[in-house]
């Protein structure tokens, strides 16, 4: 296995993660292929499936963007989430990103949030993509 | 009668992280391969769910993913001379139970054993001299190398998902690492952890010292993360949740993530949960393994798994267990001090300290399992001159808090009364202005703790408990006595607004407050079967189809954690195993 | 002659809960402007039944409900930081426990035969502990009773403290030997679990005593706080299971 390229400074703040993330992607076969938002994507691949239908730790996201919040049947969600009634759109999706804990407190998402703008941007335009 | 399976190519019992190791490689090179687990099923999403697993009353003080003492438990006593009584609950050490054992819900800690453990005789005696090693102290080198283990240590990081600082990288020193380190061939697969404020603040009172800190190798996930067989981990959230649970986010390296799903991708693999596995079972002439006797605990049935192979992966102090009630090897007696099985069990020592901060704010609840800065200054650390201090062994020392959990955690000045109005004040106070200091010491090996069967107790399925006879030598307390007296000056030089005072570990060793899950010896690795129950490659002297794994292989303890070696010599023998000994079963190295 | 001083304290509890929680519902939360529209969603939570306590108890017998609301009032006394113990639910959460599987010796081997043994080996009676509070609460209230005139509950507070730290040395001998120091143990330990476990076990009402401390419960996803907070006092809400759920 070669070594991963890394940078030295390796305190992760925000501002080198998605260096961090390209390198660690960079020894895989289609690294330099990945528009910027499927690479950010990388962050949630753990628990989220793009394939429709396959619930895991998190719901599938495939077709997310337009759909009712917490609405696939399959995944338990939080009453957090389900209260929202949002639709998943631009504006939804980009306060969910940013702080999800803000937007549907007690919702049970591991995820602490994306704090840079364009990042969101890019990454719900990958959203978009899933179908 | 029993019920009987088809013979299988392989048995493992026991589907913690070596069993789940074994039963990927094994089956995904073709073999048919049973895992038997006594324990439930688990997965990620439903049983770490949050809120679920985010209970501390359920899963810290009622032990909820650990072992049911009800049904199986170990009988205690210090010495030889006293009467061993069954622990009745956890305690010292918490026993894992269900799919991926332990590894389900420990805290990371991942660490390389080097030639100072691997060759602590030999090591000792050519620089202290024969006469320094104590009579009763019963460690002996294991036989292999860290040379040799190196690039299954790789493997298992990368398996496991390490995220740390190396310190020496193929002879390099970087700064920032641990410096004395075995050279390794790569860097971690992650970078280290963020850093709190007691991290940041250990970190620079060691460095002003003299001392050389970093960061804990640790099995969260710095960064979103897919293992090299393609497990993918999440982020650690610093959750606070992380020792004693199971991950919601498959931040935390685990069997259930890493290994134990490749091998249920095989066809050729079957998992059965609640198999309680009772029995090696010998053919006819004593000299192999034909299988294993196990219960079926949903109904109670017995059944009979036959096997070519039979991998003992359930915890080492349940290897033993198995080993003494299948009657493979010879029983160690300790006033003879003849046999091999049982011998040379040992633990851990360590001591710490809080130190309370009026003007600084920890925020111990924002925290994860491998959260710590650690020095190697008097473990690893050749230069270290244990002469003048009369101890073999060694010490890490750390600080950092894993978690703010309340029930256990909350922390008060000593002198504070335990309950009442300046019991709250205190608690309020200080809750998140303290921050701990704590040192983990190596426990040698001695002729009178060991493990055998208990005469009296027997657990639900009418077997013999295994007897577990332990204590603390001089040679501990000498080590724990130096080891508070350097967190003591630590502590001072970050003039802290108060200090409990570190104190050492000098009496018996007792099953009551918690200390460490980190139990070997009992199934040492040797270079000859007089002094050992495996060879170098974890098979028994004795039985050369029954293979043995974790850290029941261990001759001694170290005060690093065990998982690093356990699953790195997981990694070498199976690769012995599939090269070498499938060609031709049999004794792999002659006695 | 039956004490009815439970009937008053058991109305009170529940119309002062009701207003405490009212109160923290509303109060501000600092979330930004979209989420506004959550904070109703999130004071509905907190009047869920599953934050209210409840009255009544399924082991505590009335002697055994007088000691443990005694000393829950004891240990953690009403003041600036939390109601008292008993509004705080932990004799609720007590009754709970001892009833339930925990109690009835569940994950415990109590099997004998029994021996005293020596400190390093732990808990070697055959109780499980909910027979060994029944017992213990017996054994100290005839201690009370013999050395004051009274049950513990009827103590001064001076007289309290004298038998619980005199319990807690293990300097106190009851009739029939059980051993104090191994029921005290339980006591503290159940009052502790009471004042910091998740309220759904009944303690910790209103999450006050994770609010005393600044432990924000179950919703911890820090890992940019890890650095936004580093040295600085946590300013994100307090959550529990029933708030997650």
Redesign the interface.
Known sequence: ?S??K?TRA?????HI?PV??LG?LSETSQAQDLKPGESLF??C???HSTKAGEQ??GPSLAGIFGRQAASQPGF?Y???LK??GVAWNEQSLN?YLA???????????????M?DATERTDLIAYLKTLK | MARNFPEVDVVVVGMGWTGGIVSKELSESGLSVVGLERGAPRSAEQDFSVPHIRDELQYSVRTGLMQDVKRDTLTIRNHPSQTALPMRKLGSFLLGEGLGGAGVHWNGHTWRWNDHDFKIRSQYEERYGKKFIPQEMTIQDWGITYAELEPYYDKFERVAGISGQAGNVQGKLQAGGNPFEAPRKNDYPMPALQSSLAVDMFGEATRKLGYHPFPMPTAQSSVPYTTPDGARMGQCQYCGFCERYGCEANAKGGPHIAVIPFAIKQKSFQLRTHSWVTQVVMDRDNKVATGVQYTNMLTGEECFQPAKLVILAAYGLNNVHLMLLSKIGKPYDPSSQKGVVGKNYSYQTGTGATLFFEDKTFNPFMSTGGLSMMMDDYHSNWDFDRGPHNFIGGATMGGGMFHGRPIEYHPVPPGTPQWGKPWKEAMAKWYSRAMNISSSGSVMSYRNNYLDLDPTYRNALGQPMMRMTFDYTDNERRLSIFSADILQKIGQSMNPTIMTKANPRVEPWSVVPYQTTHNTGGTIMGTDPANSVVNTHCQSWDVHNVFVMGASVFPHNSAYNPTGPVGALAYRAVDTIKNTYLKQPGALISA | MPKDSQMPVQVSRRQLLKGALIGSASAGTGLPFIAQAQTAAANTAALNPGNELQAGYVFLMPAEASFVEALADHMVPADQLTPGGVELGIPTYIDRALEGSWGKGDRMYLQGPWDKGIPTQGYQLPLTPAQLYRAGIAATNAYCIGTYGKSFDLLEAVQKESVLKDLNAGKINFEGELPSKAFFTILYQTIVEGLFADPIYGGNANKAGWKMVGFPGVIATHTLDMAKFKNKKYTGPTLSIADAS
């Open positions: 296995m070594p991963i890394r390796l305190r992760l703040s925000r993660f961090i993330l660690i990388q962050v691949v753990a628990c895991g730790m338990r939080s009453s957090a209260k929202t306060a702080d999800p804990q803000a937007f549907a407190p007690g919702n049970r998402m591991p995820y602490s949030g704090p």
